[in-house]
C-alpha cells in the first residue's frame, strides 16, 4: 500500500528557511540603513532650512503659528530651538522617530529583526524627510514621540492620551500613530482584548481634544478668540452642513490618493494586495479568524484614517509631508493581519518594495534640496557688491516668477517627483531665506509687498546691475545708498 508523501518540513529544513528568511531580511535591513545613511549626508549639506524655519522668522511670527495651529510648546522653545544647528535637529527627528517606531515594534511582540526593518521601512517614507525641512520645528514632537512610546512601554498605555495636549502644541500627527503600542499587554479573553482596546482609543480621543481646547483656551486668553484661526494659504472650507461635509470628504479622499499613488511605486501597490491576499488566505485556510491579529489591523487602519477624520471638517488640504501616520498605518496594515511563517516574508516583501523604493525617492529628494540650496546661496552671493548684511534693506524682485520657478525645478533629478520638496520653492518670499543666512536682516520682497523702492528694482537693476548666470537662472543686484537691490531673472 503506499503512503502519501509527509508535508511536514524536516528538522533540519526549519532552521535553513528561518536562516533564509533572517538573511534576505537583514539584507534588505541593511539596504535600508545605508539609504537612511546617504541621505543624512546630503541633508546635512543643505545651505538653509524652509523660508519659515525658525532660524529665519521672529518670535511673533512664531507666536502667529499658536493663533492658527495651537502649537504653543514650539512658542515657548523658540529661543532654545533656533539656538541648535539644522543638521543636529535633523539627526536626532531621524534617531527620535525610528526608536519610537522600534519600541512600539517590540511592545507589540515583534522579534528584533523584525521590529528593526518594520521601522526602517516606515522611516524611509519620503514625506517625512520634507516635513525635516523644518528640522527644529519638529524636534518636540520627535523626541515627544520617542519619550511616549518608551513610556508606555514600560509603565503602560495611560500614558499616551496624557501626552496628547502636549502633542496637539507642536506636530500632532505622531500622536497619530502611538495607538498601536495599546495592543502592548499581557493576553486576555477575545471580547475583553477588544473592549480594552476600544476603551484605550477613547482616551486617546480625549487626549487629542483636550489638546485643542487647551490651545483653544490659550488663544481665548491672548488673542481673545476661543479657537484656531486656519490660515488663507491651507484653503480652508470648514464645514457648515451636511452637503458641504460631504464635499470636504471627497476632497480629501482625492488628496490622499493622489499622494498615495504618487508615493508607491506599483510593485509596492501589488506587495499590499498581494500580502492582504495571503492573510485572508491563511485565515481560511486554518479556518478561523485570530481576533487578535484583527484587533492589530484595525488599529493600523486607524493609524492611517485618523489624521483625515480630524482635517475633513475643516476641509485644508492634505499635503504629503503630514502623511507619515498615513505610511505607517498602510504598512503596518498587512504585517498585524498575517500571523505564522507568513509575517517574516511579508515584512521582507514590505521592506524590499516599498521601503528601498521609498528611501531611494527621499534620497534623491534630499540631494537636490542640498544641491539647489547652496546654488541658491552662491547665485545670490556671487554678485552681491558686498554681504548682504551690510545694507539697511534688501528689496527683491521676480518678475516673472513662473518662468523661473520651472527653470529651477527643470534642475530636478531624474525619478524625484516634482511634489517633494518643491512647494513654491522658489517663490519670491522663499527668496529670503537664503538672504538672511548670507547676513540680511530687513527684506522686502516686492511680489508680495509692494514698496515704491521695488519700482527702482524693476527699471535699473537688469541693465545697470552685476549679473551671475549659474545653472538656476540669473541673479542681478545694485547698491544704491544703504540699499540693495535684487532682481532674479528667468
Not at 521676480?398 to 517633494?420: F, K, N, S
Not at 530687513?442 to 521695488?454: G, L, S, Y
Amino acid at each position: 500500500m503506499n503512503e502519501r508523501p509527509s508535508t511536514t518540513l524536516s528538522p533540519l529544513t526549519k532552521p535553513r528557511l528561518a536562516f533564509l528568511s533572517h538573511s534576505v531580511t537583514g539584507a534588505i535591513l541593511a539596504a535600508g540603513l545605508i539609504l537612511l545613511l546617504v541621505t543624512w549626508f546630503f541633508a546635512i549639506q543643505a545651505a538653509y532650512w524652509r523660508h519659515d524655519a525658525f532660524y529665519y522668522i521672529d518670535a511673533p511670527a512664531v507666536l502667529q503659528k499658536v493663533r492658527e495651529e495651537g502649537r504653543w510648546l514650539n512658542y515657548l522653545l523658540y529661543d532654545g530651538l533656533r539656538a541648535l544647528p539644522g543638521w543636529l535637529c535633523w539627526t536626532l527627528n531621524i534617531l527620535c522617530v525610528g526608536a519610537g517606531l522600534w519600541t512600539i515594534a517590540r511592545a507589540i511582540g515583534l522579534p528584533r529583526l523584525a521590529a528593526a526593518s518594520i521601522s526602517v521601512t516606515i522611516l524611509l517614507f519620503p514625506g517625512f524627510y520634507e516635513q525635516n525641512t523644518w528640522p527644529e520645528s519638529i524636534l518636540p514632537g520627535c523626541l515627544l514621540f520617542m519619550l511616549t512610546a518608551m513610556a508606555a512601554r514600560r509603565w503602560g498605555w495611560w500614558i499616551v492620551p496624557l501626552t496628547g495636549p502636549l502633542f496637539f502644541a507642536t506636530i500632532p500627527y505622531f500622536y497619530f500613530m502611538l495607538p498601536l503600542i495599546f495592543l502592548a499587554g499581557a493576553p486576555a479573553p477575545a471580547f475583553r482584548a477588544a473592549a480594552a482596546i476600544i476603551g484605550k482609543c477613547v482616551a486617546w480621543g480625549v487626549g487629542l481634544i483636550a489638546g485643542y481646547l487647551i490651545a483653544a483656551g490659550i488663544n481665548a486668553f491672548v488673542f481673545g478668540h476661543f479657537g484656531l484661526e486656519l490660515s488663507a494659504w491651507r484653503l480652508p472650507r470648514p464645514a457648515k452642513d451636511l452637503s458641504s461635509l460631504l464635499d470636504n470628504i471627497s476632497r480629501s479622499s482625492l488628496g490622499l490618493l493622489a499622494n498615495v499613488f504618487l508615493w508607491l511605486p506599483t510593485a509596492g501597490v501589488l506587495t499590499l494586495i498581494g500580502a492582504l491576499l495571503i492573510s485572508v488566505l491563511g485565515f481560511a485556510r486554518a479556518r478561523r479568524i485570530e481576533l487578535n491579529n484583527l484587533a492589530g489591523a484595525a488599529l493600523a487602519a486607524l493609524v492611517m484614517v485618523l489624521p483625515f477624520l480630524i482635517v475633513i471638517p475643516s476641509g485644508i488640504l492634505v499635503q504629503s509631508r503630514s502623511l507619515l501616520p498615513m505610511a505607517a498605518g498602510l504598512i503596518w496594515l498587512p504585517v498585524m493581519l498575517s500571523a505564522g511563517a507568513a509575517r517574516p516574508a511579508i515584512i521582507a516583501a514590505l521592506g524590499l518594495f516599498i521601503g528601498l523604493p521609498s528611501g531611494w525617492q527621499a534620497l534623491q529628494a534630499t540631494r537636490w534640496y542640498a544641491e539647489f540650496s547652496q546654488a541658491h546661496i552662491e547665485n545670490i552671493r556671487s554678485v552681491l557688491p558686498a554681504g548682504a548684511g551690510t545694507f539697511d534693506w534688501v528689496y527683491i524682485d521676480i518678475p516673472d516668477a513662473g518662468a523661473y520657478g520651472a527653470r529651477v525645478q527643470g534642475t530636478l533629478p531624474t525619478g524625484v517627483r516634482r511634489q517633494y520638496f518643491q512647494e513654491d520653492l522658489v517663490g519670491p518670499d522663499r527668496l529670503v531665506t537664503p538672504l538672511r543666512e548670507l547676513g540680511a536682516t530687513m527684506i522686502v520682497p516686492c511680489q508680495f509687498w509692494p514698496h515704491e523702492r521695488c519700482e527702482a528694482v524693476r527699471q535699473r537693476v537688469p541693465s545697470q546691475g552685476r549679473c551671475g548666470d549659474p545653472a538656476h537662472g540669473s541673479v542681478c543686484a545694485l547698491a544704491e545708498g544703504g540699499d540693495l537691490l535684487i532682481s532674479v531673472q528667468p
